[in-house]
């Protein structure tokens, strides 16, 4: 649980003095910075305001390349205005320009001792943007999917933590790893099952609602955004026939469900199974570089990071798990990529679609050739 | 490429930076001496620079005995260079699938030699999960960029098989899943005294990973897009290293930058003019040629790779206006063109340019880490590293100029996702589709002759 690693961190602290003498990874301390124990995250180094100012503009450049890749689309008829519509169109070209000029930057402002340090830097700002940006374009992208495949995931993650702690605190007996000393098995157990249960009833609940179930889409006549639509088919009701094991006890034959939460319960054994791990790589991250919290803007909790560190890879999960198992590619950009194409292969795919259309009956023959 | 280093100079340059970081390299020799350049205190695990290790094969030593050190060196590396050259020629008559192959060894082995050069840097031999984590990344990710890309080139023979059509339709689920079981194991083989060490060597590998393989496989996505597009870009850094370095070698004067002594603007400058006009002319070679320029497909029914088709408008012959400056300095009214060739001028306007700052990020890379070359693999240049680092934008740049400015979408791959639709959804982009060819008036023909 996030919270109790801040007293495991504190026990731990004892044992860093006798680390640093007999480090046997004492040499590359020496030269890279050593982190201030207080409130800074960031390594003090003698360029700081240099190299903040360039993490932050491949910050730009980074987000401006994932807008493109995959918001810009859902925000067609908002880039009515030419120099929009050109910074969309050509967004990869842009973008890979700016991260061009950003790199040549950096190339030109190797300073003769510091060789070593700005090359960190370089390497931390790009990892840090791997994991970060790229984690956070996932879940706009899985929020525009519908607001349950954001909603669910980020609570149970959340659920998962607090029932960890909850079954800890009251039955924990055998430790997990000994990277987190304050985790145990009972804790680890106890939550994946209460989260299971949690994630299939929330899921229950939420799938009702029209406003958490539809994509995300952007109606252009009112400038607003949407959530209307049919559900599709996996929020629809259905009944299950229970296996004759389950039917012996509960005495019921078939069981309505939505067929989300089959999927929830994918999705939560994930976060309970997995989602630890996060928590655990933020643990040795923190104390590798002995800090004992990311920052300090959440008083009793510390940064924004020590809160999500266990979500860190629940977003790309949820973005694989739809982009596999639930939907299909975007409409509106199969759209966009058909309009792009050369007059024939447009003539060549209508062909195609024609037919396939009349022979899955969605289309009668009479229809097509009416006009 | 890196400034060439003839071997006999190499010894002096050593010990001029040496010098020039006031010797503080010997004391950072003995372990932690109070010497107050950061830098030095990791001396004592790297790995001591050779300085005169000779690892040129018996042949050339003994065809090149009578020369001074000197020249010694100079010969090796033209020798190896014109053997590069000639092995490049040869995997291109060999073909496509060959290419491929090559791409994949060549990413490989850079791979191999950024990461051992992490290991030595960070003393990390004596953690032997580490390496193998490595790899198994490295086969993580290259699995998931075929998926991704190659896949739906080879979409007809994949579907053939079950277990292929499984492992190519779920490709990131199943990648995702094995990369984050070693993430897990990673986690798990945290060890209480070298949790920094660990953390350096997961984010060096993943920096790695993202340099490395990201380029390797937008390469062979431009080599799918016809082979020219694969060797022009290569042969225009090539050229420009030659080129910079000839004019460098009989003109040059002005230093270029602090990082690379050896560069100078001349070299610069005429590296750039020359390389244009390379790339004009080779592009105007290879444009005539359909296995050149022609997308690699997979036939089925002969089961290998075909070039055959219709060159597109880039490469027909048309017919350019020449504006009234050149008209009166050369006596042509019209010249004819592919236009391909004005796209080459701006791949070798960026080879020219942009090339040389990843040679120079190289050098600063190994500057900072105190190593004369990534590997000792090819006798006189060093490693495959050193050979590629100045490819190492130009591969991005070619992708990112064909899906803005040449190619459009992949119609096949349009279908796919079409037919993967609902029924619904698919009734609606009908319906859009069948408005704007209408718009266009091709429908009405096409109505007409049904």
Request: hydrophobic fraction near 45%.
């Amino acid at each position: 649980m996030c919270v109790s690693l801040q007293e495991a961190d504190g026990d731990d602290k004892l044992g860093f003095p006798g680390e640093a003498e007999g480090d046997i990874e004492g040499d590359s301390k020496a030269d890279t910075p050593d982190v201030p124990p207080s409130t800074d995250n960031t390594p003090q180094c003698l360029n700081k305001a240099l190299e903040g100012l360039s993490s932050r503009y491949f910050l730009i450049c980074v987000n401006y390349f994932f807008y493109g890749e995959t918001v810009a689309d859902y925000f067609a008829l908002l880039h009515r205005e030419e120099p929009l519509q050109f910074l969309v169109r050509y967004h990869r070209f842009i973008s890979f320009a700016l991260y061009l000029a950003g790199f040549c930057m950096f190339v030109l402002s190797l300073v003769k001792k510091q060789y070593r340090l700005q090359f960190y830097m370089f390497a931390w700002t790009h990892v840090t943007l791997l994991i970060v940006v790229t984690q956070s374009h996932l879940v706009i992208q899985n929020l525009f999917e519908g607001m349950i495949w954001f909603i669910l995931p980020i609570s149970t993650v959340i659920c998962n933590d607090i029932m960890a702690y909850l079954f800890g605190f009251f039955f924990g007996r055998t430790p997990l790893i000994k990277l987190s000393p304050k985790k145990t098995w009972e804790g680890f157990i106890g939550g994946f099952f209460a989260t299971v249960v949690f994630s299939f009833l929330f899921a229950y609940l939420l799938s009702q609602y029209q406003y958490f179930v539809c994509p995300v889409e952007y109606n252009s006549e009112t400038n607003r955004f949407t959530v209307e639509c049919d559900p599709s088919n996996l929020f629809v009701m259905q009944e299950y026939t229970l296996p004759t094991a389950v039917q012996n006890v509960i005495r019921w034959k078939t069981v309505n469900l939505y067929p989300f939460q089959i999927h929830s319960i994918a999705l939560s054994s994930f976060a309970s199974l997995i989602g630890p791990f996060g928590g655990f790589f933020a643990s040795g991250f923190k104390r590798a570089f002995k800090i004992k919290d990311f920052a300090d803007t959440i008083p009793g909790h510390g940064g924004i990071m020590d809160r999500f560190d266990c979500q860190y890879l629940m977003a790309t999960f949820v973005h694989v798990y739809i982009a596999s198992f639930i939907r299909g590619p975007n409409p509106s950009k199969v759209l966009q990529q058909l309009l792009v194409l050369q007059p024939e292969q447009q003539l060549g795919i209508f062909n195609t679609l024609r037919n396939h259309l009349q022979e899955k009956g969605v289309l009668p023959p009479a229809v097509a050739e009416a006009q | 490429m890196t400034e060439l280093r003839q071997r006999g100079a190499a010894e002096k340059e050593l010990k001029h930076r040496r010098s020039e970081d006031k010797g503080s390299e010997t004391e950072g020799r003995s372990e932690r001496d109070g010497a107050s350049d950061n830098e030095a205190k990791s001396d004592s695990g790297i790995p001591e620079v050779p300085v005169s290790a000779d690892d040129t094969p018996e042949v050339l030593n003994k065809a090149l005995s009578g020369l001074s050190s000197r020249w010694k060196n100079w010969w090796v590396r033209g020798i190896l260079t014109l053997a590069m050259i000639s092995f490049f020629f040869f995997i291109i008559y060999l073909g496509p699938m060959v290419l491929m192959m090559i791409v994949l060894c060549v990413q490989i082995k850079c791979f191999h030699e950024i990461i051992t050069i992490g290991y030595s840097v960070y003393h990390s031999y004596d953690l032997p999960w580490f390496r193998t984590l490595s790899w198994y990344f490295l086969l993580c990710v290259n699995y998931f960029f075929y998926g991704e890309t190659v896949t739906d080139y080879f979409f007809a023979l994949v579907q053939r098989e079950d277990c292929l059509r499984i492992l190519s339709k779920y490709h990131r689920f199943i990648s995702f899943a094995l990369y984050l079981t070693g993430f897990c194991m990673f986690v798990l083989s945290l060890v209480k005294k070298h949790y920094r060490l660990q953390f350096y060597m997961f984010g060096w590998t993943h920096v790695t990973l993202l340099i490395v393989v990201t380029q390797s496989h937008l390469i062979i996505h431009n080599l799918f897009e016809g082979m020219i597009w694969f060797i022009v870009p290569i042969s225009c850094v090539i050229c420009n290293d030659i080129m910079a370095y000839m004019f460098g070698f009989f003109f040059g004067r002005t230093p270029l930058i602090k990082l690379s002594p050896k560069k100078t603007w001349e070299g610069f400058i005429g590296g750039f003019f020359a390389t244009v006009v390379f790339g004009i002319l080779l592009s105007y070679v290879m444009a005539g040629y359909r296995c050149f320029v022609c997308p690699v497909e997979f036939n089925n029914d002969s089961n290998r790779f075909t070039v055959d088709c219709e060159p597109s408008e880039l490469f027909q012959l048309q017919d350019y206006i020449l504006p009234s400056v050149l008209h009166s300095v050369t006596g042509w009214t019209t010249v004819k063109l592919y236009p391909f060739q004005i796209h080459s001028i701006a791949l070798s306007a960026f080879a020219s340019i942009m090339g040389p700052f990843g040679g120079f990020f190289a050098s600063g890379f190994k500057r900072a880490f105190k190593i004369k070359d990534f590997a000792n693999t090819i006798p006189g240049h060093g490693g495959i590293m050193d050979r590629f680092d100045c490819q190492y934008l130009m591969a991005t740049f070619v992708n990112v100029y064909i899906a803005s400015f040449i190619r459009g979408p992949n119609p096949t791959k349009v279908i796919q996702q079409l037919l993967a639709l609902r029924p619904d959804q698919q009734l609606h982009i009908f319906n859009s589709l069948k408005a704007h060819l209408t718009e266009r008036g091709l429908l009405p023909a096409l109505e007409a002759a049904a």
